[in-house]
Protein backbone atom coordinates (compact mmCIF):
# COMPACT_ATOMS: atom_id res chain seq x y z
CA UNK A 1 0.00 0.00 0.00
CA UNK A 2 1.08 3.23 -0.68
CA UNK A 3 1.95 5.91 1.73
CA UNK A 4 0.93 9.39 1.39
CA UNK A 5 3.32 11.64 0.01
CA UNK A 6 4.85 14.22 2.60
CA UNK A 7 6.49 17.13 1.69
CA UNK A 8 9.55 17.56 4.47
CA UNK A 9 10.18 21.14 4.13
CA UNK A 10 6.72 22.80 4.34
CA UNK A 11 6.00 25.28 6.53
CA UNK A 12 3.76 24.78 10.01
CA UNK A 13 0.39 25.87 9.31
CA UNK A 14 -0.97 29.17 11.53
CA UNK A 15 -3.47 27.25 13.53
CA UNK A 16 -2.86 23.72 14.91
CA UNK A 17 -5.50 22.85 16.28
CA UNK A 18 -5.83 19.64 19.20
CA UNK A 19 -9.29 18.24 19.58
CA UNK A 20 -9.85 16.10 22.61
CA UNK A 21 -13.74 14.61 23.05
CA UNK A 22 -14.90 11.49 25.01
CA UNK A 23 -17.45 11.33 27.70
CA UNK A 24 -15.64 12.76 30.46
CA UNK A 25 -17.51 10.85 32.98
CA UNK A 26 -15.18 12.09 34.92
CA UNK A 27 -12.39 14.32 32.96
CA UNK A 28 -9.27 13.13 34.90
CA UNK A 29 -5.46 13.70 35.09
CA UNK A 30 -5.03 10.99 32.27
CA UNK A 31 -6.97 13.43 29.40
CA UNK A 32 -5.04 16.41 30.84
CA UNK A 33 -1.72 14.74 30.59
CA UNK A 34 -2.59 14.05 27.11
CA UNK A 35 -3.66 17.36 25.99
CA UNK A 36 -0.70 18.49 27.82
CA UNK A 37 1.74 16.04 26.04
CA UNK A 38 0.35 16.77 22.66
CA UNK A 39 0.34 20.74 22.69
CA UNK A 40 3.95 20.04 22.93
CA UNK A 41 4.49 17.67 20.48
CA UNK A 42 2.25 18.83 17.80
CA UNK A 43 3.59 22.47 18.71
CA UNK A 44 -0.40 23.16 18.77
CA UNK A 45 -1.46 26.53 19.16
CA UNK A 46 -5.00 25.48 20.45
CA UNK A 47 -6.16 22.36 23.08
CA UNK A 48 -9.70 22.14 22.69
CA UNK A 49 -11.67 20.21 25.09
CA UNK A 50 -15.47 18.50 23.81
CA UNK A 51 -17.52 16.78 25.98
CA UNK A 52 -19.74 14.11 24.58
CA UNK A 53 -23.54 14.92 24.45
CA UNK A 54 -25.21 11.15 23.78
CA UNK A 55 -22.37 8.81 22.75
CA UNK A 56 -24.04 6.10 20.92
CA UNK A 57 -22.09 3.81 22.23
CA UNK A 58 -22.13 4.62 25.53
CA UNK A 59 -26.12 4.85 26.52
CA UNK A 60 -25.55 5.19 30.46
CA UNK A 61 -23.58 7.98 31.08
CA UNK A 62 -23.85 11.12 33.73
CA UNK A 63 -26.07 14.23 32.66
CA UNK A 64 -24.14 16.37 30.15
CA UNK A 65 -24.57 19.43 32.43
CA UNK A 66 -22.39 17.58 35.12
CA UNK A 67 -19.94 16.45 32.41
CA UNK A 68 -19.84 19.65 30.87
CA UNK A 69 -19.59 21.51 34.37
CA UNK A 70 -16.30 19.47 35.09
CA UNK A 71 -15.01 19.64 31.99
CA UNK A 72 -14.58 23.33 32.27
CA UNK A 73 -13.65 23.34 35.92
CA UNK A 74 -10.53 21.00 34.09
CA UNK A 75 -10.03 23.44 31.33
CA UNK A 76 -9.41 26.26 34.01
CA UNK A 77 -6.41 23.92 35.23
CA UNK A 78 -4.87 23.56 32.23
CA UNK A 79 -1.67 26.30 31.90
CA UNK A 80 -0.25 25.71 28.53
CA UNK A 81 2.03 28.81 27.68
CA UNK A 82 1.11 30.27 24.24
CA UNK A 83 -1.94 27.69 23.96
CA UNK A 84 -5.47 28.74 23.83
CA UNK A 85 -7.88 26.18 25.95
CA UNK A 86 -11.45 26.03 25.16
CA UNK A 87 -14.44 23.94 25.86
CA UNK A 88 -16.86 23.17 23.31
CA UNK A 89 -20.33 22.61 23.68
CA UNK A 90 -21.63 21.46 20.74
CA UNK A 91 -22.09 17.81 21.34
CA UNK A 92 -23.59 18.42 24.15
CA UNK A 93 -25.81 21.45 22.56
CA UNK A 94 -26.51 18.52 19.64
CA UNK A 95 -29.50 17.15 20.05
CA UNK A 96 -29.84 12.93 19.37
CA UNK A 97 -26.65 10.90 19.39
CA UNK A 98 -23.31 12.54 18.79
CA UNK A 99 -20.67 11.04 15.74
CA UNK A 100 -17.35 12.52 15.96
CA UNK A 101 -17.49 12.82 12.24
CA UNK A 102 -20.23 15.00 12.08
CA UNK A 103 -19.13 17.05 14.68
CA UNK A 104 -15.47 17.62 12.79
CA UNK A 105 -17.69 18.65 9.89
CA UNK A 106 -19.78 21.15 11.90
CA UNK A 107 -16.67 22.43 12.88
CA UNK A 108 -14.92 22.64 9.93
CA UNK A 109 -18.02 24.47 8.59
CA UNK A 110 -18.33 27.29 11.40
CA UNK A 111 -15.29 29.47 9.51
CA UNK A 112 -12.65 29.69 7.35
CA UNK A 113 -10.19 29.70 9.58
CA UNK A 114 -11.53 26.17 10.48
CA UNK A 115 -11.35 25.20 7.64
CA UNK A 116 -7.89 25.74 6.93
CA UNK A 117 -6.75 24.70 10.19
CA UNK A 118 -4.15 21.64 11.04
CA UNK A 119 -6.90 19.77 13.04
CA UNK A 120 -5.82 16.57 15.41
CA UNK A 121 -8.24 14.63 16.97
CA UNK A 122 -6.37 13.24 19.88
CA UNK A 123 -7.36 9.93 21.59
CA UNK A 124 -5.73 6.79 23.18
CA UNK A 125 -4.32 4.22 21.34
CA UNK A 126 -7.35 2.28 22.75
CA UNK A 127 -9.89 3.72 20.70
CA UNK A 128 -8.17 2.34 17.70
CA UNK A 129 -9.03 -1.00 18.68
CA UNK A 130 -12.41 -0.24 18.00
CA UNK A 131 -12.06 2.57 15.28
CA UNK A 132 -13.96 0.73 12.69
CA UNK A 133 -16.82 0.74 14.85
CA UNK A 134 -17.35 4.16 15.00
CA UNK A 135 -19.46 6.02 12.21
CA UNK A 136 -18.04 6.76 9.03
CA UNK A 137 -14.68 6.24 10.42
CA UNK A 138 -12.60 6.28 7.35
CA UNK A 139 -14.28 9.65 6.59
CA UNK A 140 -12.11 10.99 9.73
CA UNK A 141 -9.35 11.31 7.67
CA UNK A 142 -10.41 13.58 5.19
CA UNK A 143 -11.30 16.31 8.03
CA UNK A 144 -8.06 15.70 10.67
CA UNK A 145 -5.29 13.97 11.52
CA UNK A 146 -5.23 11.53 14.60
CA UNK A 147 -2.50 11.79 17.34
CA UNK A 148 -2.24 8.39 18.91
CA UNK A 149 -1.02 8.12 22.65
CA UNK A 150 0.33 4.81 23.26
CA UNK A 151 -1.09 3.25 26.76
CA UNK A 152 1.37 0.58 28.03
CA UNK A 153 1.78 -2.48 27.10
CA UNK A 154 -0.82 -1.63 23.63
CA UNK A 155 -0.22 -4.27 20.67
CA UNK A 156 -0.80 -2.69 17.96
CA UNK A 157 -1.16 -5.88 16.18
CA UNK A 158 -4.39 -6.67 17.66
CA UNK A 159 -5.86 -3.26 15.29
CA UNK A 160 -8.56 -4.72 13.00
CA UNK A 161 -7.02 -5.76 9.73
CA UNK A 162 -8.52 -2.70 7.75
CA UNK A 163 -7.53 -0.33 11.05
CA UNK A 164 -3.71 -1.11 11.04
CA UNK A 165 -3.93 -0.90 7.23
CA UNK A 166 -4.62 2.81 8.00
CA UNK A 167 -2.51 3.65 10.32
CA UNK A 168 0.42 1.92 8.42
CA UNK A 169 -0.66 4.36 5.02
CA UNK A 170 -0.95 7.34 7.44
CA UNK A 171 1.65 7.48 9.65
CA UNK A 172 3.57 10.66 9.78
CA UNK A 173 5.76 12.55 11.75
CA UNK A 174 4.75 16.10 13.70
CA UNK A 175 5.87 18.22 11.38
CA UNK A 176 3.88 17.01 8.60
CA UNK A 177 0.62 16.99 10.78
CA UNK A 178 1.73 20.55 11.67
CA UNK A 179 1.71 21.53 7.87
CA UNK A 180 -0.88 19.69 6.56
CA UNK A 181 -4.80 19.74 7.14
CA UNK A 182 -5.96 16.65 7.97
CA UNK A 183 -5.12 12.77 6.32
CA UNK A 184 -2.34 11.53 8.38
CA UNK A 185 -1.62 9.77 12.02
CA UNK A 186 0.84 10.04 14.24
CA UNK A 187 1.54 7.36 17.13
CA UNK A 188 3.31 8.51 20.19
CA UNK A 189 4.68 6.36 22.79
CA UNK A 190 6.31 8.31 24.93
CA UNK A 191 3.13 9.19 27.69
CA UNK A 192 3.23 6.16 29.79
CA UNK A 193 0.01 7.28 32.13
CA UNK A 194 -2.71 4.76 32.43
CA UNK A 195 -5.45 5.94 34.24
CA UNK A 196 -9.24 4.98 33.74
CA UNK A 197 -12.21 6.99 34.05
CA UNK A 198 -13.98 3.79 35.01
CA UNK A 199 -11.40 2.67 37.40
CA UNK A 200 -12.08 6.70 39.17
CA UNK A 201 -15.89 5.47 39.33
CA UNK A 202 -15.89 2.64 40.75
CA UNK A 203 -13.26 3.83 43.65
CA UNK A 204 -15.20 7.20 44.18
CA UNK A 205 -18.60 4.85 44.65
CA UNK A 206 -16.93 1.71 46.20
CA UNK A 207 -19.74 1.34 48.97
CA UNK A 208 -23.08 2.60 49.22
CA UNK A 209 -22.24 4.76 52.75
CA UNK A 210 -21.86 8.24 52.10
CA UNK A 211 -19.12 8.86 54.45
CA UNK A 212 -16.74 6.68 52.71
CA UNK A 213 -17.77 7.74 49.19
CA UNK A 214 -16.95 11.30 49.99
CA UNK A 215 -13.59 9.96 51.42
CA UNK A 216 -12.70 8.40 48.42
CA UNK A 217 -12.75 11.83 46.87
CA UNK A 218 -11.18 13.90 48.93
CA UNK A 219 -9.03 12.20 51.14
CA UNK A 220 -5.67 12.54 49.63
CA UNK A 221 -4.67 8.95 50.29
CA UNK A 222 -7.69 7.69 48.72
CA UNK A 223 -8.13 5.80 45.42
CA UNK A 224 -8.96 8.44 43.23
CA UNK A 225 -6.61 10.60 44.82
CA UNK A 226 -4.38 12.33 42.51
CA UNK A 227 -6.12 10.93 39.52
CA UNK A 228 -8.53 13.96 39.52
CA UNK A 229 -8.05 17.98 39.33
CA UNK A 230 -9.30 19.11 42.67
CA UNK A 231 -11.66 21.59 41.20
CA UNK A 232 -13.04 18.32 39.52
CA UNK A 233 -12.86 16.36 42.62
CA UNK A 234 -15.18 18.86 44.93
CA UNK A 235 -17.71 19.49 42.39
CA UNK A 236 -17.96 15.26 42.62
CA UNK A 237 -18.17 15.78 46.18
CA UNK A 238 -20.48 18.50 46.01
CA UNK A 239 -22.95 17.09 43.56
CA UNK A 240 -22.78 13.76 44.97
CA UNK A 241 -21.80 11.69 41.61
CA UNK A 242 -20.62 8.63 41.01
CA UNK A 243 -22.10 6.74 44.70
CA UNK A 244 -23.51 3.36 44.46
CA UNK A 245 -26.60 2.97 46.68
CA UNK A 246 -27.85 0.23 48.15
Not at 27 to 44: K, M, Q, S, T
Not at 73 to 78: D, F, G, P, R
Amino acid sequence: MTKLSITPDAPALARRVGLLGGTFDPIHEGHLALARHFARVLDLTEVILLPAGQPWQKPEVSAAGHRLAMTRLAAATLALPGVTVTVDADEIEHDGPTYTVETLRRWRAKSESNAQAALTLLMGADQLLHLDSWHEWRELFALAHLGVASRPGFDFAALPPEVGAAVAERRADAATLGSTRCGHLLIDETLALDVSATEIRQAIGLTGTKGTADAQTTTPGGPAAGKLPAAVRDYIHQHHLYRHHG
